[in-house]
């Protein structure tokens, strides 16, 4: 590959300034696994680190996204091999490391993740940061005792990215969800997601 696309934001004058520009992989951030992106999520935190409304990131430029999912094109990391299926969330990405909004990532062999079988980069993407973070903290809750017949569960912030995962989630587990926004009109979406 010679070049690629990617969304890079920039700090100039004091401004935040996103642009989608050409980059060489010496460009990216160091890391031993280099991933093909096909998807990414957009999340709350890509916004305010596109807007600078968040001081989300640390270094500039970077290249945004919290999160991608793709195939590994070239890898010095022993448990990534060339065209393994792979998704890679948090870590750093687009805060101190470039990110997912771009056609190539590079990054620590750490951070990356296998796509289980039978899912692909678009539907993991789908998901996303939020969802993923959603079901690791019902995961957690779980672990530490939590099950349906205990009553009620309540999810706060229900409209956001990551409360709208968890009460679909905990619908689907079989749990009884109670929904608080502070968005009057939210009602019906939140029912259609599983709250009572």
């Not at 409360?163 to 009602?187: D, P």
Request: charged share 20%; glycine share 14%; with cysteine.
């Amino acid at each position: 590959m010679d070049s690629f696309k990617a969304l890079r934001i920039h700090q100039e004058d004091g401004r935040i300034v996103p642009r989608l520009e050409q980059l060489c992989l010496d460009q990216l951030s160091p890391g031993d696994v280099v991933i093909r992106g096909e998807y990414s999520s957009v999340n709350y935190k890509d916004a305010l680190a596109a807007t600078g409304k968040g001081r989300i990131l640390r270094r500039f430029p970077l290249v945004g996204g919290v999160d991608l999912a793709g195939t590994v094109v070239s890898s010095t990391d022993p448990r990534c091999q060339p065209g393994d299926r792979v998704v890679v969330t948090g870590g750093g990405l687009s805060e101190t490391h470039d990110g997912g909004f771009s056609e190539y990532a590079r990054v620590p062999g750490e951070w990356v993740i296998p796509l289980p079988d039978g899912l692909d980069a678009r539907t993991a993407m789908s998901f996303g940061t939020a969802g993923f973070t959603a079901a690791l903290a019902i995961h957690r809750l779980e672990q530490n005792g939590l099950s349906p017949d205990l009553g009620p569960v309540i999810v706060t912030g229900a409209t956001g990215g990551v409360g709208s995962f968890a009460v679909a989630m905990l619908a689907e587990r079989g749990y009884q969800v109670t929904a608080l926004t502070r968005k009057t009109t939210a009602g019906e979406y939140l029912k259609g997601l599983g709250a009572s």
